[in-house]
């Protein structure tokens, strides 16, 4: 008897599809054909080919603000991955405690990007900024205005205060997730807690931990309402990061053809360290 297959149920995913079209598809080839053009108005363009990739990847605030975005990102992973676990490992798995930490861990993911930078930039200012106020009473110098190593720990120091949290949350949920089971036996062997983080939660925590990492780099690497609202990527360039080097050029100048290319690059750049960092961890999962 032959089966009957019914695509019916593609219809369904069509609004979706249309969706994801007008939100992303539809933009990025605006993008792509920007890049591809000189525009003088809205009436005069030329076709200039992939001479706007050249000029941008030839450009040196590129180069500039390209290091200092891995830099930033590189700085982020070693300080929220290691300490979201700590984090969840110390976090009480039951009662009023379990539910209260939660909330508690959850408060800094609630509050704008806008407002964050805004909280810093008191909180950081000698004369009203508990921050700066205590650190002046201290005797340590600290300017964030005006220091290029007080601004970037600044800009480093609030993005883990921001988003640890969520690392860890969700390693939190990778370890409610193991079964007892697995803690009976290491009771039974008198393992050590260092060989049951080892050999039981660690591994069991690959996927949540890999979702950590893509969803942190990701938007560590995009980071710009932050900063921007805390120094405006002063003092000189120090805490200027690629997302306000595109702004600047796009808005600021209003070149738009190399902004397009600016914006395809940094596109680029994102997708493919995700690609290798999703590439790594899953082949190192399926080796063990």
Not at 248 to 258: E, I, N, R
Request: aromatic residues 14%; glycine residues 4%; charged residues 10%.
């Amino acid at each position: 008897m032959n089966k009957v297959i019914d695509n019916k149920a593609w219809w369904l995913v069509l609004p979706v599809f249309l969706l994801v079209a007008f939100s992303a598809i539809l933009p990025m080839m605006t993008v792509v054909n920007y890049s591809v053009q000189d525009i003088f108005d809205a009436s005069t363009r030329t076709f200039v080919g992939v001479e706007w990739y050249q000029q941008v990847l030839q450009d040196e605030r590129l180069h500039d603000s390209l290091l200092r975005q891995f830099i930033f990102s590189a700085c982020v992973l070693l300080i929220e991955i290691p300490l979201g676990i700590a984090i969840a490992l110390c976090m009480p798995t039951k009662g009023r405690w379990a539910s209260a930490c939660l909330i508690i861990m959850a408060i800094p993911l609630l509050i704008p990007w806008n407002v964050i930078g805004t909280i810093w930039q008191i909180f950081g200012r000698a004369d009203i900024g508990l921050l700066g106020w205590t650190l002046s009473k201290l005797g340590i110098s600290y300017n964030y205005a005006a220091n290029t190593m007080d601004a970037w720990v600044t800009v480093l120091v609030m993005d883990v205060w921001h988003w640890t949290s969520l690392v860890a949350l969700l390693c939190y949920s990778g370890l409610r997730a193991i079964p007892d089971v697995y803690y009976q036996a290491a009771r039974i062997d008198r393992a050590s807690a260092w060989a049951v983080f080892r050999h039981i939660q660690l591994p069991k925590m690959k996927s949540v931990l890999l979702i950590a990492v893509m969803l942190r780099f990701m938007d560590s690497f995009m980071i710009y309402t932050e900063p921007f609202v805390l120094t405006g990527g002063r003092p000189g360039n120090a805490t200027t990061f690629l997302s306000q080097t595109l702004t600047k050029m796009a808005v600021g100048q209003f070149d738009l053809g190399p902004a397009a290319a600016f914006s395809l690059v940094y596109f680029l750049i994102i997708l493919l360290v995700s690609w290798a960092f999703y590439t790594a961890m899953t082949h190192n999962d399926q080796k063990s």
